[in-house]
Structures are given as structure tokens and as C-alpha cells.
């Protein structure tokens, strides 16, 4: 018998869609809570790179999106003036017959989350949060939003950079920093050449292009933005166009393309991680929660992804509640410390401009170390 039989979920983003699909997978009851009062899914696209399309295989939910997404082998560096310095050949994790690499809308992938996680007998609750919680050896009893109380064998908090239960459980330690760059988004119709994941990169700056669908793809780049100013959002597409001004190759053919700054995604980036274990007692934090970090390494969602899938195993395996989160921890800390640490060591980079900072190495240590098994 599990130790552990029914979890709320605080949050109905990528991680805890997926920890609710995991463990509802496992037989363990689920009730899912999520303040926004729609499904409604911040940004335009997300990279599921090999290690990500591996456990997506693993939760059953791959074959469910291929169709919407577009699969990809490689990831090319390319300098700002768009000559290519490396191609690095994708590994197929999930088996020869899946892509080593996946781009996807974010709206195409919370589709199929949100409906699995209800089909597989999740229950959500949209526009609820929790107020409280109060635990003892044998559950936790919190005290929703919406003045319903419910007791549960584990919380999990899988609410994002600004989590509430983050909050409840640690106080005030732990505060999102900015770190001194922003990262903008725009969509354009795919380049017929654009079938990998291209970025863009030297000492002024970095950019990238991600294939999401036959007719689709995105453009990224980040920008030192000292001081995290207000950006007015008509200005938007503007302001991204000069922030480009750098770049020649395909990125500086789209360049003039941005027009409509309604359609430009622009996110200050923010991070924090959690340098001790991730739970006490019976409440744990995962995904952002825990160890939100930038996007240079394009690697936050799928540590959030893989959180869920380790949580699901811990869980059903042997022992006492508090040697299942150990071992938990054991298995996720310093992964999702090294995603984190090296992330926001490479956007330093770009904002001191260092010439010498081996962009190239770093992300083939990356695709090396989140190759190896979880």
C-alpha cells in the first residue's frame, strides 16, 4: 500500500499538469487547484530537447502532441553575422522511432495536458488557491481560496516563480531576483530551411529560432535591460527590432518583419532556487517553485517535467514518506542546480560581453549530462 494516497497540486502549469498526469498514472488520487479562472498559457513556444521527449514518452503523452508540434534532430550555433560555428546532432532518448528534439505551442502542449490530467480523473478546480495549511504526522489540512477544506497525505506546490505555498512553507527566504536581462518572443511563418533549433550568438548578444509546427516558429532573443525597466507595450515591437540591430543571417532578414507589438512576448527574467531540500513535513515545491531559472539553456520547463516524473516513482516505491522525498531530492537536486547555475552563468556572460566565454562547450556539457538517465 502507498504511503502516500491522495495529493493536492497548487498549480496547472506544465509541472503540475505533469505531476498530476504521473501520479494519477500510479493510482494515486489527485485534486489539481489553479488561480487563473481559464486555461490561459503565457508565452508563444517552448524546445522539448532530448531529455524532455524522453520522459514525455514516459508519461504516455508524446504521441498525443507530435502531430501539433514539430519534430527535429539537431541544434546549430551560428554566429551574430549568421556563419555556422557548429552543428550538434540530437540524441534519440525516447527510442529510435521518436525525434531526438521537440518544438511545440505552449497553448498545442497545455491542450493536451490539461485534458489528460481530466481524463485520467484529475480534479481541478480553476480560479482556486490555498489561504493555509497546517500539517502533522499524518496529513496536511489546508484551507482553500474559495473557503472549501480538504486534508491530503503530501501538497505539492508546482505554482511558479512567485508560489504561494513556497511562501507558506519557507517565509521570505527565498525571493525571485532579477538578473539584469529580459528575454523577448515573436512568431513568424517557419523558414522552409529552419528544421533544427537555431541560435544566434557572440558578445553582444544571443538569438534563436525554434521550429513549433510545418507553418510556424518563433524567434527569441535576451537583452541586458539594467535596472528591469517599464517597457510600454506599444512600443514593444520597436524596441525588439533594436535589439536586433546586431544580428545579420535569417535573424536580421525577420528583423524588419516585427510590426505589431501586440504580438511580442516580453518577460523580464527572474530565478531562484531553494539551496536546501524542497519540502518539510509534508509540503514539497517543484518545477519553478523550487529552482526557476533563466532560459538560456532552454532546459526550465523540462527539469519541471522531470520533477513530475521522479515524484510519481519516489512515491510508489518503498519506504516512509520522508525517505521517499529524500531520495527525491537525491535525484533532482544538483541536475536542477547545474541547469540553474549554468543558465544564469550564461546570461552573465552576455552581459559582460565576454569574448572568451565557451557558449559552444557549455551546451554540449548540457545535452551530455541531461542525456544521462534521471
Request: hydrophobic fraction near 40%; aromatic fraction near 8%.
Amino acid at each position: 500500500m502507498n504511503t502516500v494516497n491522495n495529493v493536492l497540486i497548487v498549480g496547472g502549469g506544465i509541472g503540475g499538469l505533469c505531476a498530476a498526469i504521473a501520479l494519477r498514472r500510479k493510482g494515486i488520487a489527485v485534486e489539481l487547484v489553479e488561480l487563473k479562472t481559464e486555461w490561459t498559457v503565457y508565452g508563444v513556444g517552448i524546445i522539448q530537447q532530448s531529455n524532455v521527449v524522453r520522459e514525455m514518452h514516459r508519461l504516455g503523452l508524446l504521441d498525443a502532441y507530435l502531430d501539433a508540434a514539430f519534430a527535429f534532430e539537431d541544434v546549430a550555433i551560428y554566429s551574430t553575422t549568421g556563419q555556422q560555428l557548429v552543428r550538434i546532432p540530437g540524441q534519440r532518448l525516447a527510442g529510435p522511432e521518436y525525434p531526438a528534439n521537440v518544438g511545440i505551442s505552449r497553448r498545442a502542449l497545455h491542450k493536451v495536458l490539461s485534458e489528460t490530467a481530466i481524463a485520467l480523473g484529475t480534479q481541478v478546480h480553476l480560479g482556486t488557491s490555498i489561504d493555509s495549511f497546517k500539517q502533522d504526522e499524518a496529513g496536511v489540512d489546508v484551507l482553500f481560496s474559495d473557503g472549501r477544506q480538504g486534508r491530503f497525505d503530501l501538497l505539492v506546490g508546482a505554482d511558479g516563480l512567485f508560489s504561494k505555498v513556497r511562501s507558506l512553507l519557507f517565509g521570505d527566504i527565498y525571493q525571485p531576483h532579477f538578473t539584469g536581462q529580459s528575454v523577448w518572443r515573436y512568431n513568424f511563418k517557419r523558414s522552409g530551411g529552419l528544421d533544427h533549433l537555431a541560435n544566434y550568438q557572440g558578445p553582444a548578444g544571443n538569438a534563436g529560432l525554434v521550429p513549433l509546427a510545418d507553418d510556424l516558429m518563433y524567434l527569441f532573443t535576451t537583452s541586458h535591460e539594467p535596472g528591469n525597466p517599464w517597457k510600454e507595450q506599444a512600443h514593444l515591437a520597436t524596441e525588439l527590432r533594436e535589439r536586433l540591430a546586431g544580428f545579420g543571417g535569417l535573424i536580421g532578414e525577420l528583423r524588419e518583419q516585427i510590426t505589431d507589438s501586440a504580438e511580442v512576448v516580453y518577460k523580464p527574467l527572474e530565478a531562484v532556487f531553494i539551496d536546501e531540500p524542497w519540502y518539510r513535513g509534508r509540503v514539497l515545491v517543484i518545477g519553478d517553485a523550487a529552482h526557476a531559472t533563466t532560459p538560456h539553456l532552454g532546459q526550465g520547463a523540462g527539469m519541471a517535467i522531470e520533477d513530475a516524473v521522479v515524484l510519481a516513482e519516489e512515491l510508489t516505491a518503498d519506504g516512509t514518506l520522508e525517505a521517499q522525498l529524500q531520495r527525491f531530492m537525491a535525484r533532482r537536486f544538483e541536475r536542477c542546480k547545474y541547469i540553474s547555475e549554468m543558465s544564469l552563468l550564461a546570461g552573465a556572460k552576455e552581459v559582460e560581453r565576454d569574448p572568451s566565454f565557451d557558449r559552444i562547450g557549455l551546451v554540449k556539457q548540457m545535452l551530455e549530462v541531461t542525456a544521462r538517465p534521471i
